[in-house]
């Protein structure tokens, strides 16, 4: 099973979740490619079986800056993801309110527009409520792991 991790962040945590994530998929067996940098020809490059990403809210509910071209070019390219099981980490701040995890919901779409098939529902870390989100990740993407291994 061979998982890419991609990631968008403002101020590096959400690549910092990933970095973890990625050493412990590793851990559990899989073979992860993490994409750092982002681009669409590497995503496609790696063709993995799996994809995860993790990815936080910036202004009022909009991606970060290093995973905006990705997104558009992902759109206008539309590279079918065709039953691929994904996982997305969002990281937000339920002080914005409506806004809350805004950017993980907009590559959730994303995957699911490609018609990839969503296979943990999206876990939303709180920066209000947490400062520990890579460990506060680890039940999560055990459970997620557990998932694709299960086929
Ligand atoms: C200027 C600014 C705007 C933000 N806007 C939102 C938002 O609209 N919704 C949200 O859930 N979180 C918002 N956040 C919170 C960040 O997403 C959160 O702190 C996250 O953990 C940052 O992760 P990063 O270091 O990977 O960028 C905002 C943070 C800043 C500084």
Redesign the pocket.
Known sequence: MHLAIF???????????ADVAAERCRAAGLQVTRLKPLSVDALLEANADALLAC????????L?DTIQDFYYEMQSRFPLLTDKPFGVI???????GD?????GEQIRELLLELQAREISPMLR???SETVT?ETDAEPWLDEFVAQLQAG
């Open positions: 990631s968008g962040s403002v101020f590096g945590t959400a690549d910092e979740v990815c936080s809210t910036t202004g009022m509910g909009e970060p969002a990281l937000g701040d339920s002080g914005y806004t809350f995890c805004q950017g870390l709180d920066a989100p």
